[in-house]
T-cell receptor, first 116, second 115 residues
Framework: GAGVSQTPSNKVTEKGKYVELRCDPI?????LYWYRQSLGQGPEFLIY????????DSGLPNDRFFAVRPEGSVSTLKIQRTERGDSAVYLC??????????????FGPGTRLTVL | AQTVTQSQPEMSVQEAETVTLSCTYD???????LFWYKQPPSRQMILVIR??????QNATENRFSVNFQKAAKSFSLKISDSQLGDTAMYFC????????????FGQGTTLQVKP
């Protein structure tokens, strides 16, 4: 596809369950970012990958959150023992390289996670 | 730590008129980048305009321009000839001059363009 895609678009789960959110970046983009956007707020950085490795995971709120990008393309954000406070829109973005001003971050449409 | 503040939660403007959205930020960095992103109801964030802090000239992209005041740590967005399609949430964002690409966003301003 031409843009960043994220699946599912909506996810409803129960407190305590495990969820996986998937991000397909633009083909050829080596940098991938995850952000979390709570209702009425701006996105907050969670983690970014350069290739397969997590170069900065300083935004992950706790050890229930984990992300992988095993082949340097698709990434999965994993949340264990979900809590109601995890409810938010999870945004993924990709760019050709990380940190170069000329490399715009292209965002996907997000996954809206609702924890009941 | 860097912070970005947008003090206008909501704004409205008549079609074809001009509107200015405010943004202030706090940082001890001397070199950094600033951005305005647009988020329509589809949720997909779209880059509107960007500014390098070391450049004194204000960035311009068609109907969008910025007023960058480095000493005041202010970065406002001016939208000229507003169009109905400009209706969206607008976010100001900051990025340090290092090789991470990590964006720090403000709280956003909802802009409604009225016919």
């Amino acid at each position: 596809g031409a843009g960043v895609s994220q699946t599912p678009s909506n996810k409803v789960t129960e407190k305590g369950k495990y969820v996986e959110l998937r991000c397909d970046p633009i083909s050829g983009h080596t940098a991938l970012y995850w952000y979390r956007q709570s209702l009425g707020q701006g996105p907050e950085f969670l983690i970014y990958f350069q290739g397969t490795g997590a170069a900065d995971d300083s935004g992950l709120p706790n050890d229930r959150f984990f992300a992988v990008r095993p082949e340097g393309s698709v990434s999965t954000l994993k949340i264990q023992r979900t809590e109601r406070g995890d409810s938010a829109v999870y945004l993924c973005a990709s760019s050709l390289q990380a940190g170069w001003l000329t490399d715009t971050q292209y965002f996907g449409p997000g996954t809206r996670l609702t924890v009941l | 730590a860097q912070t970005v503040t947008q003090s206008q939660p909501e704004m409205s403007v008549q079609e074809a008129e001009t509107v200015t959205l405010s943004c202030t930020y706090d940082t001890s960095e001397s070199n950094y980048y600033l951005f305005w992103y647009k988020q329509p109801p589809s949720r997909q964030m779209i880059l509107v305009i960007r500014q390098e802090a070391y450049k004194q000239q204000n960035a311009t992209e068609n109907r969008f321009s910025v007023n960058f005041q480095k000493a005041a740590k202010s970065f406002s967005l001016k939208i000229s000839d507003s169009q109905l399609g400009d209706t969206a949430m607008y976010f100001c964002a900051f990025m340090k001059h290092e090789n991470t690409g990590k964006l720090i966003f403000g709280q956003g301003t909802t802009l409604q363009v009225k016919p």
